[in-house]
């Protein structure tokens, strides 16, 4: 099994369904449906299209647009001539963006209508990007009814081995990162993912997260599609369009993030749909708060959860369906051909270059993950210290349990030291999720004369709650050890927040150290 995956390419997987299924659906979006037959129409079209355009093996090229299914055919056609698909997060600021392009040496700009303007703007910035080209989206999005798949379509310079995806961190600490995957890479995951999901070409996805982040790509959408099962594509995630397909079109599962499951929680129209079909709901960014996880499971739908990073392909310990009522906020087992070290960071042995001290049963440490789908190395930086003896170090930190399921507890570098004692901030931010007047709310630490570090309790409070510092800090009473309680609670509109709804706490640090207590 493992050779014969290894011997795949992302391209070959989608011209077999073309050739055993061609009349299946492989994509739904706008209202219109894509068989396989038309999706590796539309790659031979693309892959035809990039060879006019330069592109040659190793070229990177960039997709700034929104979910759109001329991303995922850009990337096969991309896999077939052996080049790298950058997808850009659009929700950058022009700066950041023109900084990614520089970085990665972009030599192609596919842009949707949408951010056509942002896109023929960028190559002029920098003088290592004023060569990189910028074209229309809508060259991807055509039929191409004259290629037909065959048996021996070519493979031209794309393998296995070849790199194919290059993905940039979300940057809330420091200069993003470039994560590098190949196509072994991104196959083993969907060979993951696909034991996490238990997948079937019976299934279909909703996707709804963007696609230019690894979640949104790698955890649901491209394993389905290796699954030969079918997707359906939202531009973008809105709670109404989301409880609508889920009724109209009954699909199976679906991945979200906090903050895409709050807000289908909140919407009017969530009592009344019917979630029925849905088999799974994969949840997947932070830990989900124990009453949003109760909710679904009152409605009869299992909230099972994934663990990994940019870095990890994503894929890398799962909570699976048969576990998610009993298991209810563990991240789950590691995964199919995924191992996991807990490492105590603080460990003499844990030094650059050492292999680390693993902690006892219960103990938290540092995820070390070591598996198929980790990425090659970061661009331009192959002898970046995060590798270790072949372990990728994830900078979380997680306990695991007698029967092998794993607790995330939060980052290391979020970890607040009190008085000696260690807080971590997650067991704190979900006694505050459970709380009926609080929107959403994150725990930092801050430097304290006495203490050393205090924990800072940052709340939105639900529109019209009467709510006060004094009343938060009572919610802790009888739940958490006097000395995890926040010393400071700091009331804001919003919480600043990544594309994927990850917090970023620098920027809440920041806020609180300006703020007067």
């Known amino acids: 099994m493992t050779d014969l995956v290894c011997d795949l390419s992302l391209a070959d997987v989608i011209a077999g369904y073309a050739l055993r299924t061609p009349h299946k659906t492989a994509l739904h979006f706008a209202g219109d449906d894509i068989s396989y037959r ?3 129409q539309r790659i031979e079209a693309a892959t035809a299209t990039l060879v006019g355009q330069g592109v040659k093996a190793g070229h990177r090229v960039a997709w700034l647009g929104l979910n759109d299914p001329a991303q995922l055919v850009l990337l096969f056609a991309l896999a077939r001539l052996g080049a790298i698909l950058l997808p850009l997060n659009f929700r950058l600021a022009e700066a950041e963006l023109e900084a990614i392009l520089a970085h990665a040496g972009v030599s192609l700009i596919v842009a949707d209508a949408h951010h056509a303007t942002v896109a023929d703007a960028l190559p002029a910035a920098h003088a290592s990007t004023t060569h990189c080209k910028v074209v229309d989206a809508a060259l991807f999005q055509a039929n191409a009814g004259t290629f037909a798949p065959t048996h021996d379509s070519p493979r031209l310079a794309g393998a296995s081995a070849s790199p194919v995806l290059l993905v940039y961190t979300s940057g809330t600490t420091g ?5 590098l995957h190949t196509q072994a890479g991104l196959i083993a995951n969907c060979a993951i993912s696909g034991d996490a999901h238990a997948f079937t ?3 279909h996805v909703l996707t709804v997260l963007p696609l230019f982040h690894v979640g949104g790509l790698c955890i649901q959408t491209l394993p389905a599609l290796f699954a030969g099962a079918a997707v359906t594509l939202h531009a973008r995630f809105d709670a109404g369009a989301w409880l609508a397909d889920v009724q109209a079109r009954r699909p199976s599962m679906s991945l979200v993030v906090p903050a895409t499951l709050r807000a289908v929680i909140d919407h009017p129209n969530f009592a009344d749909t019917d979630l029925s079909s849905l088999r799974l709901l994969n949840a997947g960014s932070s830990s989900i708060a124990a009453s949003q996880i109760a909710v679904f499971h009152g409605r009869g739908v299992p909230v099972c959860q ?16 048969e576990d998610a009522m009993q298991r209810a906020g563990s991240a789950g087992r590691a995964g199919l051909n995924v191992h996991v070290r807990l490492v105590d960071a603080n460990a003499e042995a844990a030094v650059p270059g050492s292999t680390g001290q693993n902690v006892a049963p219960g103990m938290v440490g540092e995820l070390w993950i070591r598996a198929p ?3 090659c190395h970061y661009w331009n930086d192959p002898a970046n210290p995060a590798f270790q003896d072949g372990w990728f170090r994830t900078g979380d930190l997680a306990r695991r349990d007698e029967d ?9 570098k979020d970890m607040i030291i009190s008085g000696g004692e260690n807080i971590y901030p997650a067991e704190i931010e979900n006694v505050l ?8 709310a994150a725990v930092i630490g801050q430097p304290d004369d006495k203490w050393g570090e205090v924990a800072v309790a940052v709340v939105v409070k639900k529109p019209g709650a009467a709510l006060d510092a004094a009343a938060v800090r009572k919610l802790f009473d009888g739940k958490l050890a006097r000395f995890k309680h926040p010393r400071r609670v700091l009331f804001v509109n919003s919480l600043p927040k990544t594309a994927l709804g990850k917090v970023q706490k620098s920027q809440l640090a920041a806020l609180a150290q300006s ?3």
Request: charged content about 20%; hydrophobic content about 35%.
């Open 175 to 179: 200069k993003p990162k470039g994560a």
């Open 201 to 203: 070409g019976d299934d």
């Open 373 to 375: 789908n980790v990425m």
């Open 306 to 321: 994934v663990y990994g990073a940019t870095e990890t392909g994503p894929v890398s310990i799962y909570l699976k369906r």
């Open 38 to 40: 038309q999706l590796w």
């Open 404 to 412: 092998g399921f794993y607790w995330v507890v939060g980052r290391s």
């Open 433 to 440: 999720a459970d709380c009926p007047l609080i929107l959403e």
């Open 515 to 517: 703020t007067p207590h």
